[in-house]
């Protein structure tokens, strides 16, 4: 296990993965040798193989929820939406306070264009994780979409708030504040 974590770390997969295979062989139920191969083929695109291990380790670990999470990661990547939801739902019912566990959830509904879910997801880690800037722009992003430019115009605001010369944020609102003058003028004419 030492050579596989010292070769992930240099960045060289490849011998990784055979230390790993080596050390499954030894012993099929390690969970940190099983557990890293998943990733490692996760991160290969290997995901029909990251599947396998992935659903050995629930076996062995059911109330793990980052096992869930990586599992639905791998069906996520297939487009098996549907699967990729239990098993990001499955996550959630272990790991309640987790705001990822909301955003994964709820990037499998912005993925599908079913904004009002997606929304509903991201708001839901937003409680959990009022200053994380990345989600909040992520409920800008599903707004806009979503064509509700005043709770976008909310968001940027926050996110103003809390970074006041992110000009990211002064860029979208500045776009925002003319989308909602365009139809206010278009609504009055």
């Not at 060289?12 to 230390?19: A, F, I, P, Q, V």
């Not at 030894?26 to 490692?40: I, P, Q, S």
């Not at 409680?127 to 968001?155: G, H, K, W």
Request: aromatic share 8%; proline share 3%.
């Amino acid at each position: 296990m030492r050579k596989a974590d010292h070769d992930l770390s240099e960045k060289n997969d490849e011998e990784s993965l055979k230390t790993l295979i080596q050390v499954i062989a030894l012993d099929e139920n390690h969970r940190k040798g099983n557990e890293l191969l998943a990733r490692l083929y996760l991160r290969a695109t290997r995901h029909k193989k990251a599947e396998l291990i992935l659903k050995h380790l629930i076996e062995l670990y059911p109330f793990d929820p980052e096992y869930y999470s990586m599992l639905g990661h791998s069906f996520f990547e297939r487009h098996q939406f549907k699967a990729a939801i239990r098993c990001y739902e499955k996550a959630l019912s272990l790991d309640k306070n987790n705001p990822k566990r909301f955003i994964h959830i709820g990037s499998v509904y912005a993925t599908k264009k079913e904004f009002p879910a997606a929304l509903d997801c991201y708001m839901k880690a937003h409680r959990i994780d009022v200053r994380n800037i990345e989600l909040m722009f992520l409920i800008v992003e599903i707004c806009l979409q979503n064509s509700d430019p005043i709770t976008a115009r909310e968001y940027l605001h926050k996110i103003l708030d809390y970074e006041p010369y992110n000009q990211q944020a002064k860029t979208l609102l500045g776009e925002v504040l003319r989308m909602l003058n365009a139809e206010a003028t278009t609504a009055s004419g």
